[in-house]
């Protein structure tokens, strides 16, 4: 089993920036692949961007590409989620998420292992 914690959301103004971290524990040798979700109030989850662990490009939703960055820090199993130029309809429950086989892409239904989330809302 994998669990995940995620950190770092909060409030902030439009145009400004945040920084979510995700930890993992368990037996995080088994991950293969690593991404990050969101839900707004009323919305389906959708996807943010995915990385592969062993390392390779993130890919990222359209709505996001070029203000979010994926990164991550295999020594301390850790994953994080750079959002700049934050927008009010970025306002949602951010989830991490991994899966330990198949294709790394933006599906829900692939992940296998949530995080319980964390709030990030940008005020215009």
């Not at 020594?75 to 989620?81: E, G, H, R, W």
Request: charged share 15%; aromatic share 12%; net charge positive.
């Amino acid at each position: 089993q994998v669990q995940l914690v995620e950190s770092g959301g909060g409030s902030v103004q439009a145009g400004g920036s945040l920084r979510l971290s995700c930890g993992a524990s368990g037996y995080t040798y088994t991950i293969r692949c690593m991404g990050w979700f969101r839900q707004a109030p009323g919305k389906e989850r959708e996807g943010v961007g995915v990385i592969l662990t062993g390392g390779g490009s993130a890919y990222y939703a359209d709505s996001v590409n070029g203000r979010f960055t994926i990164s991550q820090d295999n020594a301390k199993n850790t994953l994080y989620l750079q959002m700049n130029s934050l927008k009010p309809e970025d306002t949602a429950m951010y989830y991490c998420a991994a899966k330990s086989s198949g294709f790394c892409r933006l599906m829900l239904a692939d992940f296998s292992y949530w995080g319980q989330g964390t709030q990030v809302t940008v005020s215009s």
